[in-house]
């Protein structure tokens, strides 16, 4: 095994020996910190998934504060080294996260939940990419990421989750497994929901408030023209016209977020007919599932009313 | 008994040349074995002890010695490149966690690792200052590294080019310090650690850039093809990450094809330290796991057998002292019969005559066995730091 290579090592291998002449540091195969384990994630329904799969046995954490979109957070370094000491990290996958690329996490750590439905991400259209020489390899563009909103996709996460939960902690895998069946019952049942309103939709013209809809209407078959509208900010006029000469009989407005009262009746105005439908990335004082449930119980009424 | 120690002492004080030479001959033969012994020993516990903390090794086909030395003591020159989707197959197995190191570059004299926040909790390192490294481009450098390039939180810290002549080649990446490790008396006190992503950007996999889209680039832009903006060389790029560039750097291509030299599988039981090593031997061919403790073993039983060679040549050395010895006593006290009868002409009975010439071989011995066992407690104390110095200088 050893060869004349191999003698020719010995110098380095005293060499490297005597670098430290003390008692070298036992290796800790556990966490350093005396910190009790917590779970990071960082968008709302993957915060919900978390907490619903490990209970009260470990703290969940959502470092996003509320005022901000967890699409557009961008981690401080306190943030960081509070990430870096997670047992786990849930991230959502399809670009939601775009900080992930530039900063130190321990890819074991890491969880990216849509990864298994890499294949059924959409690409963003218009997004510039580069190439240094024409043989250069392409800098990726962009994802829609709003993954969740297509709920086979949210089962994909909330059972990547579970996975690593029950990796990370096999003695709680049987009780993971069980909360995990219930969580994709109650996920199944808001999938029935959006497809019956999408079958009372069919036919209708679909606008939406922002570019976040996008699995939702390929799931659902709920396609429609997104625009960049903020529901607290009013558009202006140029806007409004813009939105009333493309309208039809039965457009829906579906918004991300309650409109402000000064929108909503111009809304009115035009006989516009408008939702919100919240795809819950923030955290709030309902949970994912209550917001999610709250979306189809709009949707639900605007059927009444349309029947 | 007072005449005989003035005698003595007169006799070895008007000697002192010849018996200066047998003490440093017989202390020789008696210091060199123990001390080789103990250097030996100790070179073998210091290693066994990083292998023993690391009983698993993963990396490239190839030297398991060469891969344990480079994984363990980063001194790899030419480390076999492994791509990062090993790193998420590890961690597929369920059996252990997985930490990448990337030891190929170096800021003068000192390896920059690339690996994972892990590393530092495996390996129980403290900071002695600082933070830990969180963002691209941060590193932590181990107290070594601090001392002698007089380097402290702040400061930054540059990669060398990996040679030279390489004109075409990657810029050096200037990193600051954000944190200094504690003593540890391991290689890592002399290593320079960044996040693997960092020294895919040394290695020029990943580099931040002006926005082509911008209108001060247009005349680094050859064409437009669609969506894709091809762009030449004279692209200006940052030698440093700033906050304020943080965002412009990005990776070609998929990490999971991007290099690193090893893995540090970290089971969380014998178990599954055990099913992991089933796995790799029997499904895969196209990477290696070492057992770290049996290599260095294997590489200690060729040192032990060389020292054994060097303890041999001593012995017969010692022998040749040794009758080099009795023959310089022997003629001694031939030289001394003269002596002698003068003594006992003078009264000295022959009891006394015989302490008086015992003197000469009791004060060598003596002397030379008290030599000896202090140059013995200075090797087993110094000899392994001396030996360092004197290597590596």
């Known amino acids: 095994m050893f060869n004349f290579r191999h003698y020719l090592l010995l110098p380095l291998c005293f060499c490297v020996a005597l670098v430290g002449c003390g008692q070298e540091q036992k290796p800790s195969h556990k966490r350093a910190e005396a910190e009790k384990p917590y779970i990071v994630a ?59 690329a530039n900063v130190s996490l321990a890819s074991g750590r890491v969880v990216t939940t849509a990864e298994a439905a890499r294949p059924s991400w959409i690409e963003l259209e218009g997004q510039m990419t580069h190439s240094h020489g024409p043989e250069g390899d392409h800098a990726h563009g962009g994802y829609a990421f709003t993954t969740w909103m297509d709920m086979s996709l949210a089962k994909i996460q909330a059972k990547a989750a579970a996975s690593s939960i029950s990796s990370r902690w096999p003695q709680w895998s049987d009780d993971v497994s069980a909360k995990l069946n219930s969580l994709l019952a109650d996920i199944d049942d808001l999938d029935r929901g959006y497809r019956a309103f999408a079958t009372i939709a069919v036919g209708r013209q679909l606008i939406y408030s922002h570019p976040v809809y996008q699995y939702f209407e390929r799931a659902y078959g709920l396609e429609g023209h997104s625009l960049h509208w903020e529901p607290d900010i009013m558009p202006s006029d140029s806007q409004w016209r813009k939105l009333s000469d493309g309208l039809g009989s039965r457009a829906l ?6 409109p402000s009262i000064e929108i909503t009746a111009r809304m009115h105005a035009l006989g516009l007919q408008f939702v919100v439908i919240d795809p819950g990335a923030r955290r709030s004082e309902a949970d994912w599932l209550s917001l999610q449930r709250a979306n189809l119980s709009r949707l639900q009424a605007l059927g009444n009313i349309g029947r | ?35 080789i012994q103990i250097i030996v020993d100790q070179t073998a516990e210091q290693l066994l002890e990083r292998a023993e903390n690391t009983p698993l090794v993963i990396g490239a086909p190839g030297s398991p010695l060469e891969l344990s030395l480079g994984s363990l003591y980063f ?116 290593a320079v650690f960044v996040d693997v992503k960092t020294t895919w950007v040394i290695q020029g996999l990943g580099h931040g850039h002006q926005d082509l889209n911008r209108q001060e680039a247009v005349g680094q832009v050859l064409k437009r093809e669609g969506g894709n903006l091809v762009a030449n060389a004279s692209v200006r790029q940052f030698n440093t990450i700033t906050s304020e560039n943080l965002d412009s750097f990005h990776f070609h291509g998929e990490s999971s094809a991007f290099p690193i030299s090893a893995i540090i599988p970290v089971a969380p039981d014998d178990k599954s330290a055990a099913l992991l090593l089933g796995h790799f031997q029997e499904e895969r061919e196209d990477v290696q796991i ?52 003068t003594l006992s002409r003078i009264g000295a009975s022959r009891l006394q005559v015989q302490i008086l010439m015992a003197t000469e071989v009791v004060f060598v011995l003596l002397f030379s066995a008290a030599l000896a066992a202090l140059l013995i407690a200075l090797t087993r104390q110094y000899g392994i730091s001396l030996m360092q110095q004197l290597l590596l200088a």
């Open chain 1, 42 to 100: 960082v968008n709302n329904p993957l915060y919900y998934f978390a907490d619903r799969l490990v209970g009260d046995r470990v703290e969940v954490r959502l470092p996003v504060p509320d005022e901000i979109d967890p699409a557009q957070w961008q981690p401080s370094v306190d943030e960081l080294l509070q990430l870096q000491g997670a047992e786990l990290v849930l991230l959502n996958g399809a670009g939601y996260s775009p900080w992930v």
């Open chain 2, 75 to 190: 001194r790899a020159k030419t480390p076999a490149r492994l791509n990062y989707s090993e790193v998420k197959k590890v961690e597929a197995t369920g059996y252990a966690r997985a930490i990448p190191l990337y030891y190929r570059f170096r800021a003068q004299d000192y390896p920059i690792v690339g690996t994972s926040s892990d590393y530092f909790s495996y390996r129980g390192l403290q900071l002695a200052s600082g933070r830990p490294a969180a963002l691209l481009g941060e590193a932590v450098i181990g107290s070594k590294v601090a001392e002698t390039m007089s380097l402290g939180v702040g400061d930054p810290i540059i990669s060398s080019p990996e040679s030279v002549f390489d004109l075409a080649g990657v810029y050096p990446l200037k990193m600051p310090v954000v944190g200094v490790l504690a003593p540890s008396f391991s290689p890592d006190d002399e």
């Open chain 2, 1 to 35: 008994m007072g005449d005989l120690f003035y005698l003595g002492s007169r006799y070895i004080s008007h000697h002192r040349a010849k018996l200066l030479v047998l003490i440093f001959a017989i202390t020789l033969v008696g210091w060199l074995p123990v001390a």
């Open chain 2, 290 to 341: 070492v057992r770290s403790r049996r290599v260095i073993a294997q590489l200690l039983d060729t040192v032990f057998t060389v020292r054994d060679y060097i303890v041999v040549g001593i012995a017969v050395v010692a022998i040749a002292t040794a009758t080099v010895a009795l023959l310089v006593f022997y003629l001694s006290l031939r030289l001394r019969s003269g002596e002698r009868f």
């Open chain 1, 253 to 258: 407005f579906a918004w991300e977020g309650e």
